[in-house]
């Protein structure tokens, strides 16, 4: 299973970016997807996840700015960042809680991180 995430990179105080992550490889079912970061120097942060059935939630400091959805046909995950801040500058990582095809349980799924900086 991998989860490639791209959209990260260098964006204005004020500015967008939409991040995705595609889950590729043996999946069978994926129930939450969602997103982390880690700012430098600080602990991993969780940011936004989304259901199967399409209900999101976000940690405080972004509601009202950043949006997640999914595309459950292609198993992909998007982050539509708005009104982006300096803090908002860290790696955000992606994952999935779901089942892989074979006798597996159910487990969580890192992808690799993609950086953003905010900064002008």
């Known amino acids: 299973v991998q989860l490639q995430a791209s959209g990260g990179g260098l964006v204005q105080p004020g500015g967008s970016l939409r991040l995705s992550c595609a889950a590729s490889?043996?999946?069978?079912?994926?129930?939450?997807m969602g997103w982390y970061r880690q700012a430098p120097g600080k602990q991993r942060e969780w940011v936004a996840d989304?259901?199967?059935?399409?209900?999101?939630n976000y940690v405080d400091s972004v509601k009202g700015r950043f949006t997640i959805s999914r595309d459950n046909a292609k198993n992909t995950v998007y982050l539509q960042m708005n009104s982006l801040k300096p803090e908002d500058t860290a790696v955000y990582y992606c994952y999935f809680y779901g089942r892989t095809y074979g006798p597996t349980i159910p487990a969580t799924y890192w992808g690799q991180g993609t950086p953003v900086t905010v900064s002008s």
């Open positions: 989304i259901n199967s059935g399409g209900s999101a």
């Open positions: 490889g043996s999946v069978f079912s994926i129930n939450t």
